[in-house]
């Protein structure tokens, strides 16, 4: 009897630190726990901060380094980032994980619903109450797909920053709270958290919310969420996602045609490349953060 009940007691303790382990284990995913074809780790890992936990390439920030040794061609990335945002809209809806684009991706919804041809990475926003279901049930699974043209499918990983427990912008090593990882070419998809911002609200804001990455919005700017289409798949994109686009890149980034040696086709709703004759030297400038515009009516059908 005194045995069984060790032993149940033993069980009970296992199973709970299973349960909360997401928000205790710091340690990074190791390059020998999820290696896959490479023969080193070509992560940043040795030269960021021992605080940091995901480690981008030594050769490019938008791939993981623990999967790929080098970039790959534009012609090729595009197709592997749609895969990349089909596959996680896909598997998001499967479990039950709301998600919206945003950032670049969703500049690049608001042009054609297709990522940008220059994109390198792709953006999207979860809710405090969905990074920690994904912590807590989903955490370095692994999903197969089975892809049209590709031979014995792609492999994904969710991989969820241990850090998302920690909701101030002072942890800035660790503004990304998850990730969504194409295994084959290191490509991924950042996943960023959308919380309360007590601190604003306190002084009056209703309705404030913040990312640890500094971005801040409204409730009334996010929600509710609006159904559309993105590369071909059902995607859900903020209420005021005109306003956002406006107030992050400036009211340019809806109109301009020219843009990283490409130009809008309105008839073929495609960024087409220009001639190297045509081409001039592309303009970067950072997200702008302005005062807030004045509102403007929204139709509710996109």
């Not at 990730?179 to 604003?200: K, M, P, Q």
């Amino acid at each position: 009897m005194i045995v069984r009940s060790t032993v149940r007691q033993c069980l009970t303790t296992v199973l709970l630190l299973l349960l909360f382990l997401p928000s205790f284990v710091l340690c990074d995913a190791d390059f020998i726990d999820v290696r896959t074809n490479l023969d080193r780790d070509r992560s940043g890992k040795r030269g960021d901060p021992k605080d940091k936990y995901f480690h981008e390439s030594t050769f490019h920030p938008h791939y993981d380094g623990r999967f790929a040794a080098k970039e790959i061609g534009k012609e090729e990335r595009l197709p592997h980032l749609t895969a990349l945002m089909q596959t996680f809209l896909a598997t998001m809806a499967d479990i039950g994980a709301e998600t919206w684009i945003m950032h670049g991706t969703l500049l690049g919804w608001w042009w054609n619903q297709k990522i940008l041809p220059w994109d390198s990475d792709i953006d999207v926003q979860v809710s405090e109450h969905t990074i920690a279901f994904l912590a807590r049930y989903y955490n370095m699974t692994e999903y197969h797909f089975r892809l049209p043209g590709v031979e014995n499918g792609r492999n994904y990983l969710l991989e969820v920053n241990p850090h998302f427990t920690i909701r101030g912008v002072e942890d800035s090593l660790n503004v990304i709270d998850a990730r969504w990882i194409d295994t084959e070419t290191g490509l991924f998809i950042d996943i960023s958290t959308v919380r309360a911002n007590y601190t604003a609200r306190a002084e009056g804001v209703e309705g404030a919310l913040m990312c640890k990455d500094r971005h801040h919005y409204l409730e009334r700017d996010i929600f509710p969420l609006r159904d559309s289409f993105f590369e071909g798949i059902h995607v859900k994109i903020p209420f005021e996602y005109a306003y956002l686009l406006e107030e992050e890149y400036g009211e340019k980034s809806l109109t301009l045609t020219v843009y990283e040696h490409h130009q809008f086709n309105h008839t073929s709703k495609l960024w087409e490349p220009l001639p190297p004759s045509n081409r001039r030297p592309s303009r970067k400038r950072p997200p702008m953060r302005r005062p807030p515009l004045p509102k403007k009516p929204l139709n509710d059908i996109i």
